[in-house]
């Protein structure tokens, strides 16, 4: 196990389109969250899953955006009729339940542009 | 409302030099805080976590402390090198999930 892997590592798109980020998490971890970066800023909690069962969600995350974790294993975040200000650092991270003793492992992000 | 603040300015030092990063919350009760270094277009790296009863922790070269009174918690990173130059972020449980301030950007010279 590498680590959490995130894929694509770069994603530009047109205002409109939909696009589908895919995070694989250490598979021994049963917690996966997905934040969201923009430029000298921290990272923003969007969601996060544990299992298969995705128990919060942030305000942040309109109806534009869906997460799923098929089977408690790798995860996919849709950002539906993306708008410019959808731009950002799409981060995953994943821990073991409840995760404080460990700190989070984070992939290295899909960097997402919207034109 | 809640807030966690980092000092959003570069903090510049010369290699050698001990570097302290400061981390204050408001309206947060954690039961633990994290530090994470986070390279140009690479996501987080875990250093440290510190518990709300534990006053200090240490590891090689860095130094944590933690005083819930004040609200604040110091990292310290002792002989500084050029390599340590990154952003570094705190972050506390805020219910279920970590809650990250903005990161301070730490630039050692020399």
């Known amino acids: 196990d590498t680590g959490v892997s995130q894929d694509p590592r770069h994603k530009i798109t047109k205002r409109g389109q939909n696009v589908t980020f895919r995070c694989d998490p250490i598979?021994?971890?049963?917690?996966l969250y997905w934040y969201r970066q923009t430029l000298g800023q921290g990272p923003e909690f969007l969601t996060y899953?544990?299992?298969?069962?995705?128990?919060?969600k942030s305000r942040l995350l309109s109806d534009r955006f869906s997460a799923e974790r098929p089977k408690g294993s790798f995860s996919t975040l849709e950002i539906q009729r993306t708008e410019q200000g959808d731009s950002a650092m799409y981060l995953c991270?994943?821990?073991?339940?409840?995760?404080?003793?460990?700190?989070?492992?984070f992939g290295s992000g899909t960097r997402l542009t919207v034109v | 409302s809640q807030k966690i603040e980092q000092n959003s300015e570069a903090l510049n030092i010369q290699e050698g030099k001990t570097a302290t990063l400061t981390c204050n919350y408001t309206?947060?009760?954690?039961?633990?805080l994290q530090w994470y270094r986070q390279d140009p277009g690479r996501g987080p790296v875990f250093l440290l976590l510190?518990?709300?009863?534990?006053k200090e922790k240490r590891k090689e070269r860095l130094k944590v402390t933690f005083d819930t009174t004040l609200k604040q918690s110091l990292f310290h990173i002792t002989a500084s090198q050029p390599a340590d130059s990154a952003t570094y972020l705190c972050?506390?449980?805020?219910?279920?999930?970590?809650?990250f301030g903005g990161g301070t950007r730490l630039m050692v010279k020399p």
């Open positions: 991270a994943s821990s073991f339940s409840p995760g404080g003793n460990y700190g989070y492992t």
């Open positions: 598979s021994e971890h049963n917690r």
């Open positions: 899953f544990q299992n298969e069962a995705q128990l919060e």
């Open positions: 309206n947060y009760s954690p039961a633990y």
């Open positions: 510190i518990r709300e009863n534990e």
């Open positions: 972050a506390l449980n805020a219910g279920n999930m970590l809650t």
